[in-house]
């Protein structure tokens, strides 16, 4: 597999900053890379928090081509991933990294064929070529497991690019849930936290939270914490950690993750298969991006296939989905406590005109 970089699924204001970082990121690696169209290179960079991102990640994967995903999130479906914001110096990491690993990949030589005996008054066969099978590609799974096959919106015509404003930078949401006194969840959305805190139960591991950081300490795993969100949460559980045994105990508990990510957990216990109180479950609910999935939850990028389609009721998702409706409600309730998802109020029907009387009697009745 050549040295060869794409870029796709993406604002142009990002595609320059990227063409301006790779020239540079390139001049350090002694020129070994080329920037290329998308259908004539092997490494595409995709933009996987766009709208459009992820089903040009489908589109590309299924085709073969190896996938960096663009993203500020921890994690992504992706065979690479570059940090958002990202750098000349993240670049050349990650052009350093596949360069590694396409070296380390054996290359196949094609084999010349066996001779074919001649046969006397017989014109010789003409010699074919071994077939070379094409290259694999990586047995890397995707953190999220999508269901076999890609669904039927990544079947559709990527839209084509249009200039976009350049985007702010991306800031943690707002929470839309209610702090419910006495849980996890509230504690964590009500605003009232603040600097360092250890929170642990008998069984499973200690959760370490950066309050006012808005990030935690803890395992990448996310269903050994579902416990937590479970029962009463009085405020002195969250016990204060002063700045040095935050530094020991932090030291060895791995990279800090967003706090958001407990928030979105949190969500998707609390309603046990039920939307969380004050939302209603007759009303049509919408993602207004892309949401991160998580690999420990596979059928949750099925949901989120069937919700990029537009504003739908539980039952009209659970439908297009082929997952159970409680399996929903959690969805949506995990996205509303995160604001990736949102109501969308039922438009009132326009009243309707009154008829006209036709003929020309009609019409002098009415001067």
């Known amino acids: 597999m050549s040295l060869t970089i794409g870029l796709a699924g993406m604002d142009p204001a990002t595609e320059a900053a990227l063409k301006a970082a790779f020239l540079e990121a390139n001049e350090r690696l002694a020129g070994r890379w080329q920037l290329l169209p998308e259908t004539q290179a092997d490494h595409i960079v995709v ?86 099978e094409p290259d694999a590609g990586s047995d890397r799974q995707p953190d999220s497991a999508a269901s076999p096959g890609p669904p039927a919106a990544a079947s559709q015509p990527e839209p084509s690019a249009t200039p976009e404003p350049e985007a702010e930078p991306e800031r943690e949401p707002e929470p839309v849930v209610a702090a419910t006194a006495g849980n996890l969840l509230g504690w964590l959305t009500s605003g ?16 370490l939270i950066d309050a006012d950081g808005r990030t935690y300490h803890g395992p990448s795993a996310l269903k050994p914490l579902m416990q937590y969100f479970e029962g009463e949460v009085a405020r002195q559980d969250l016990e204060s950690v002063d700045d040095g045994a935050w530094e020991q105990e932090t030291a ?29 479950p007759g009303a049509k609910y919408q993602l207004n991006r892309w949401p991160q999935t998580e690999r420990e939850f596979p059928r949750h990028f099925r949901i989120a296939t069937a919700m990029m389609k537009g504003p739908a009721k539980l039952e009209d998702i659970a439908e297009a989905s082929g997952i159970a409706l409680g399996e929903i409600a959690d969805f949506v309730n995990a996205n509303l406590a995160t604001g990736v998802a949102e109501p969308v109020a039922e438009q009132p029907a326009e009243p309707a005109a009154p008829p006209r009387s036709g003929g020309l009697l009609g019409r002098l009745r009415g001067r």
Do not use: N
Request: aromatic share 6%.
């Open 252 to 280: 060895g508990a791995g990279a800090a993750q967003p706090l958001l990510r407990l928030v979105w957990l949190g969500g998707l216990v609390s309603g046990q298969g039920r939307l969380l109180p004050g939302y209603d």
């Open 47 to 132: 933009d996987m928090d766009s709208m459009y991102g992820p089903m040009s990640w489908l589109r590309l994967h299924a085709s073969g081509k190896r996938v960096v995903g663009l993203t500020s999130a921890m994690r992504t479906q992706t065979d690479f991933r570059l940090s958002r914001p990202f750098s000349v110096d993240t670049l050349t990491a990650l052009l350093q990294e596949i360069a590694g690993e396409v070296a380390s990949q054996p290359s196949v030589e094609p084999q010349a064929p066996s001779p074919t005996p001649a046969v006397p008054g017989t014109a010789a066969a003409p010699a074919v070529a071994t077939a070379i």
């Open 192 to 207: 009232e936290l603040r600097g360092h805190l250890r929170y642990r139960r008998p069984s499973g591991p200690t959760l």
